[in-house]
């Protein structure tokens, strides 16, 4: 049976274990991972299950509230792409957020900083044909963490993307361009510096729009289909 | 490879970790509940707890599992198994997130067996992703059931070393509401280290 493959885990993922991220020292195994061929369980995966399974998409998130929220409202947009640079379509995009001041709505964020009423921060949307996703939302602060003295995450947005199958989800970090603190912190730090750049967003022009916010372009690129048995034979 | 008429690959976005403050977003009511009304085959539950190195319970881990239907049918287009019926009341996909003692939860149907490569078939078996603050990246591994005819010629199974092949078995644990019970821990590290997946 010629199975469909998706490329290799890239080289410059971080390790389990970097010891720099304090919190991964005894969450990682101490065993090789074990290498095992793409089957059918592994090409395929959870699609078009947006509206089955999910919740209802959240396109802006500064309209959760009864009023705006505190902070510099921006728009994020960006293509889902695979490594060939096809667009991957009708893919979910899940994200998640802290407020404008660094704080998180969820119970056990005791950072002392102020709750927005108005901010849950989380948002879903779906990629059109072309593989674009775009949605607004307001600037993420930095917060501090406590992993070691004096420690700050770079303002980030979460982002949760599935791709066609289960060997292509992906979970990541969205950093703005210019944050000082990005190659500080020891999650974006765990990337080499080549890759960590991927990781940061551009601020954009055209997708800044007039008297209302600034744009931030953020591309996404997952794993993509390995040649085929037809294209290997060209 | 040869495939020179390809474009060059685009680099991969890396992984980060999930964090502690996923839940709100990631989440969703019936989550970890596969098997609707009417669904075909054995109703079970998978049950278990993730823990770390010290044997401790990690409260902010997230679990997503993918499996066939009772059939062997993946809801998905590059299953091509037609004489497998797609079941509409089975989802495939599962997520649950940890307790306070670690534990999640899954409420499916015991998976059919599906191809494997070659001419090979596979034991029933489910897939499972662990995501948690302080996992930079996913760990993959599977669930599989000690009854299984199939296990002793599974492909996947037959790459992992004997004497860790247990840790991919999940055992019986009774019954709730009259379905099967399994239970399968995930020990991330330590002397009973889960076998994890590079795929």
Redesign the interface.
Known sequence: ?D??QY?P??L?????L?PG?V?????????K???????????????D?GD????APVHDMTRQGKGDPIGERIIVSGRI?D???RPVPHTVV???Q?NAAGR???K??QHDAPLDPNF???GRVVTDAEGRYRFVTIKPGAYPWRNHHNAWRPAHI?F?LFG????T?????MYFPGDPLIDIDP??G??PA???R??VSRFDIDTTENEWALGYVFD?????RD?TPM??S? | MNDMTAPARLGLTPWQTVGPFFHYALPWDGGEILAREGVQGERIVVRGRVLDADGAPIPDALVEIWQANAAGRYDHPEDCQADRPIDPAFTGFGRCPTDDDGMFAFHTVRPGQVPGPGNSMQAPHIALGLFGRGLLRRLVTRIYFPESEGNAVDPILGLVEPDRVGTLMATREGEQDGMPVYRFDIHIQGANETVFFDV
């Open positions: 049976m199975m469909l490329s885990q890239n410059s993922e971080p390790p389990s970097y991220y919190s991964t020292v005894p969450r990682s195994p101490r065993q991972l074990v290498s095992i061929p793409q089957t059918l369980t592994e090409v395929t995966g959870p699609i299950f089955r399974l999910l919740r792409l490594d060939r640079g899940e994200v998640w802290c998180y709505i969820h056990k964020d849950t921060g989380q979460h949760s066609a199958g289960f060997a989800r992906l979970i990541t970090q999650i974006a765990a990337v080549d890759a960590r991927r990781m996404v690129v997952l794993r993509g040649a294209e290997n060209l």
